[in-house]
């Protein structure tokens, strides 16, 4: 069992930037991809960005591409997503999540409670 702990959200202007952490629990981090999912008032959740096991594969959503970054330290068990160039369209609760294979894909097994950024116009 993995459990994830997200912090580093909360509210900035627009154009401001933002840089959210995941803490997992757990030995054998690396053999779990990790990835963003964020969810606005009263829209479906949506994928934000992955990140393979070993850190050399990335993914993201078009709506974030050249502005947000993923990246992770295995060492410390701790995923960042770094936000930059904030708009009010990014507001959402954020959420981080565990996939039980290293290897990028559409399946996640574990899911952090969140945290609510807020992009001000």
């Known amino acids: 069992q993995v459990q994830l702990v997200e912090s580093g959200g909360g509210l900035v202007q627009t154009g401001g930037s933002l840089r959210l952490s995941c803490a997992a629990s757990?030995?054998?981090?690396?053999?779990?991809?990790m990835g963003w999912f964020r969810q606005a008032p009263g829209k479906e959740r949506e994928f934000v960005a992955a990140i393979s096991g070993s850190g050399g594969s990335t993914t993201y959503a078009d709506s974030v591409k050249g502005r947000f970054t993923i990246s992770r330290d295995n060492a410390k068990n701790t995923v960042l997503l770094q936000m930059n160039s904030l708009k009010p369209e990014d507001t959402a609760v954020y959420y981080c999540?565990?996939?039980?294979?290293?290897?990028?894909?559409?399946?996640?097994?574990?899911w952090g409670q969140g945290t609510q950024v807020t992009v001000s116009s």
């Open positions: 999540a565990g996939r039980r294979r290293p290897a990028l894909g559409d399946e996640y097994n574990y």
């Open positions: 757990g030995r054998t981090f690396i053999n779990y991809a």
